[in-house]
């Protein structure tokens, strides 16, 4: 399994961003978005989850944040409208085999990882 992620970049607050995973070689059960700030630990974003896809996220993002898979289920997606600065940090996709909500927020039980990518929201 090979996470390929593009997107990404710098932009004013309000601005939009996408990022994109392409997801070489998965065909589990849930794909996820996190991201880490400067000295934060890693924090669930979004993830997509189910065989008839349900998108989940976070109460930070939810309202701004749009995350989508593709109908082929090889790449997902992540929509960022109306980005403020506290969303500045290295986004990463992932994969997992959990299912449960409780599950699919923590990002020990995800198993494939993108490298990251950095997106800047300045004020």
């Known amino acids: 399994v090979n996470l390929v992620q593009s997107g990404g970049g710098s932009v004013a607050a309000g601005g939009s961003l996408t990022l994109s995973c392409t997801l070489n070689?998965?065909?589990?059960?849930?794909q996820g978005w996190f991201r880490q700030g400067p000295g934060t630990r890693r924090q669930f974003v979004a993830a997509?989850?189910?065989?008839?896809?349900?998108?989940l996220y976070a109460d930070s993002v939810k309202g701004r944040f749009t995350a989508s898979l593709d109908n082929a289920r090889k790449t997902l997606w992540l929509q960022m409208n109306n980005l403020k600065p506290e969303d500045t940090a290295v986004y990463f996709c992932?994969?997992?085999?959990?299912?449960?909500?409780?599950?699919?927020?923590?990002?020990?039980?995800?198993?494939?990882w993108g490298s990251g990518t950095q997106v800047t929201v300045s004020a």
């Open positions: 997509v989850t189910g065989i008839s896809p349900v998108s």
């Open positions: 070689g998965w065909s589990g059960y849930t």
């Open positions: 992932a994969t997992s085999w959990r299912g449960e909500h409780r599950d699919v927020i923590e990002d020990e039980e995800y198993v494939y």
